[in-house]
């Protein structure tokens, strides 16, 4: 089981609502403050905002302390490249 804080410092049409492609493009809307999700993943995946104006890469680890941070970059960087063309 995960648990999310997502921070909503100030709420606009930009950022109100968030999917999640690997996930059947299901969203959430958010609202200003904290927002908790709690969900478990099941492999790394990626949000957008609704309008794909920003967004994010979460990758499933099993142990933060073992984690190779270049070898995560060069993953991101490989799905930003698959799914921005």
Do not use: H, M
Request: aromatic share 16%; net charge negative; proline share 2%.
């Amino acid at each position: 089981d995960t648990t999310w804080l997502l921070n909503v410092v100030e709420l606009n049409e930009l950022n109100y609502r968030l999917r999640f492609p690997a996930y059947n493009n299901q969203g959430i809307e958010l609202i200003e403050g904290v927002n908790k999700l709690q969900f478990v993943p099941e492999f790394d995946f990626a949000y957008y905002s609704w309008k794909k104006d920003f967004g994010g890469f979460v990758k499933i680890v099993d142990d933060i302390s073992s984690v190779n941070l270049d070898e995560i970059r060069t993953l991101v960087d490989s799905y930003n490249d698959k799914n921005n063309n």
